[in-house]
């Protein structure tokens, strides 16, 4: 059975590292690169701000994923199969390495590994947001791999 390999990838330089670490460490498993659209980014508020601002800053948000996504798996020389999420990053990678959803309502089969960078946010929106990569190191019910 061919092994499932979730990679987490933010747009940081390091994300794209991990993916490229994944890609050669298991070159026959199955990657698939996920980003997690994190909605505590939107500055707009539900409440505030002008009619269909939301929609707005999701419509830029989801543009930013796929480019994201794209960027990352043009840097490697394989198939990588992609997924964007929205949700808060640790639980969001979580739920997903566990196969507790799949965009239609639906088990996913989980994932047999986790890899993701040991830093994609730095400064103080680490400090108050914690760092992911600890939360999925903590709770990952599967290996984790968190590349440097």
Request: overall charge negative; aromatic content about 4%.
């Amino acid at each position: 059975m061919t092994e499932r390999i979730l990679v987490a990838v933010d747009g940081s330089e390091e994300a794209a590292e991990a993916l490229r670490f994944a890609a050669e460490e298991w070159p026959d498993a199955d990657l698939t690169a996920l980003h997690v659209i994190n909605p505590a980014d939107s500055t707009t508020g539900a409440e505030g701000g002008f009619p269909g601002a939301v929609d707005q800053w999701y419509d830029s948000a989801k543009k930013r994923g796929e480019r994201i996504l794209a960027d990352a798996t043009d840097r490697v020389d394989r198939d990588v199969a992609t997924r964007l999420e929205v949700g808060r990053p640790t639980t969001t990678i979580l739920d997903v390495a566990a196969g507790d959803e799949d965009g239609e309502g639906e088990d996913a089969e989980p994932f047999d590994h986790v890899v993701l960078a040991s830093r994609g946010r730095t400064g103080l929106s680490r400090v108050v947001l914690g760092s992911v990569a600890e939360g999925v190191v903590r709770r990952a019910e599967v290996p984790v791999t968190v590349v440097r």
